[in-house]
């Protein structure tokens, strides 16, 4: 495992060099001194559903239980305890850079990338050659929950609504249904739903919709969701984020036995810094603060 990794990070780095060499002699598809005018524009929602029903919920589950989701959906509940700082959120928004759909900070370009989400599910279970895509036929909605949740057709079809152009169930009846689920395994597999339909795919509020079913369904097969939430947060941000560097832990972050949600849950932040505060350390980001 050690090796291949390390091959990984060989060939990153061959790649970067070829990239900087490759821009150094074509120059630059931009303008000179590009600036963003997302500013002018831009108004960044960060309403959210209530998590606090599904932070109670597990905080009451045993250790096995725990075993049994993290074993299938890695670190996800981690998320659940995440701060959502509102103020940097906004200011992230404003160095989306559209020309490159990466982030740019001064001179810094910084963009999510396919290992980072996979470091951050750390789910032992993901497959990483195994990517999730939309099947030419897709089963019924109600199919779908029913292979989910193991549930009768009567019981989801007399709870699916309709909001907007989604089908949805809402979250209330995935409670009620994780609450007195006689299945354990059944019952971390909702819980694991509610998380992808309320956290990571939300559409509606206090409802799961059925795009999030479609991926899930394929979870279980051992198919990484990784490609779908990065294709997710770059639609997003084009309609915030990086890991930063930390002394002689360069490459930890992707290490199987390093839980980079866990550390981030554990680790004390300051929310008290004002948007414009966040902007201007942004942009006066350096090469050498990140890895």
Same mark, same amino acid.
């Given at each position: 495992? #050690?090796?291949?990794?390390?091959? $990984?990070?060989?060939?990153? #780095?061959?790649?970067?060099?070829?990239?900087? %060499?490759?821009? *150094?002699?074509?120059?630059?598809?931009?303008? $000179?001194?590009?600036?963003?005018?997302?500013?002018? =524009?831009?108004?960044? *929602?960060?309403?959210?559903?209530?998590?606090?029903?599904?932070?109670?919920?597990?905080?009451?589950?045993?250790?096995?239980?725990?075993?049994?989701?993290?074993?299938?959906?890695?670190?996800?509940?981690?998320?659940?305890?995440?701060?959502?700082?509102?103020?940097?959120?906004?200011?992230?928004?404003?160095?989306?850079?559209?020309?490159?759909?990466?982030?740019?900070?001064?001179?810094?370009?910084?963009?999510?990338?396919?290992?980072?989400?996979? #470091?951050?599910?750390?789910?032992?279970?993901?497959?990483?050659?195994?990517? =999730?895509?939309?099947?030419?036929?897709?089963?019924?909605?109600?199919? %779908?929950?029913?292979?989910?949740?193991?549930?009768?057709?009567?019981?989801?079809?007399?709870?699916? %609504?309709?909001?907007?152009?989604?089908?949805?169930?809402?979250?209330?009846?995935?409670?009620?249904?994780?609450? #007195?689920?006689?299945?354990?395994?059944?019952?971390?597999?909702?819980?694991?739903?509610?998380?992808?339909?309320?956290?990571?795919?939300?559409?509606?509020?206090?409802?799961?919709?059925?795009?999030?079913?479609?991926?899930?369904?394929?979870?279980?097969?051992?198919?990484?969701?990784?490609?779908?939430?990065?294709?997710?947060?770059?639609? *997003?941000?084009?309609?915030?984020?990086?890991?930063?560097?930390?002394?002689?832990? *360069?490459?930890?972050?992707?290490?199987?036995?390093?839980?980079?949600? $866990?550390?981030?849950?554990?680790?004390?932040?300051?929310?008290?810094?004002?948007?414009?505060?966040?902007?201007?350390?942004?942009?006066?980001?350096?090469?050498?603060?990140?890895?």
């Amino acid at each position: 495992m #050690a090796n291949k990794f390390l091959d $990984k990070v060989e060939d990153n #780095a061959i790649v970067r060099i070829w990239l900087e %060499k490759v821009q *150094s002699e074509k120059g630059d598809s931009l303008v $000179k001194d590009y600036v963003s005018e997302l500013w002018d =524009y831009t108004h960044v *929602s960060v309403t959210q559903n209530s998590l606090q029903e599904l932070k109670e919920i597990w905080d009451k589950w045993n250790d096995e239980t725990k075993q049994l989701f993290y074993f299938n959906y890695g670190d996800l509940t981690y998320l659940l305890d995440v701060k959502v700082d509102e103020r940097l959120f906004r200011a992230i928004a404003q160095y989306w850079n559209p020309a490159y759909s990466c982030f740019t900070f001064g001179k810094v370009d910084l963009v999510p990338t396919v290992e980072e989400y996979t #470091a951050l599910l750390h789910c032992p279970r993901l497959q990483v050659d195994k990517a =999730y895509s939309k099947a030419a036929y897709v089963p019924a909605f109600w199919r %779908k929950l029913m292979n989910i949740t193991g549930m009768s057709e009567q019981w989801i079809v007399a709870r699916i %609504k309709q909001k907007g152009e989604c089908k949805c169930i809402p979250w209330k009846n995935l409670r009620d249904l994780i609450l #007195a689920h006689p299945d354990g395994k059944k019952k971390v597999d909702v819980f694991a739903l509610s998380i992808y339909g309320l956290l990571i795919f939300p559409r509606a509020l206090g409802h799961m919709d059925e795009a999030v079913s479609d991926l899930f369904d394929w979870l279980g097969k051992g198919v990484t969701p990784v490609p779908t939430i990065l294709a997710e947060t770059f639609r *997003s941000l084009n309609a915030c984020s990086h890991f930063w560097k930390v002394d002689k832990v *360069s490459y930890r972050v992707f290490s199987e036995h390093y839980s980079p949600l $866990k550390k981030i849950v554990a680790t004390p932040r300051r929310d008290d810094i004002l948007e414009e505060n966040w902007m201007a350390i942004l942009q006066n980001l350096q090469e050498e603060d990140v890895e």
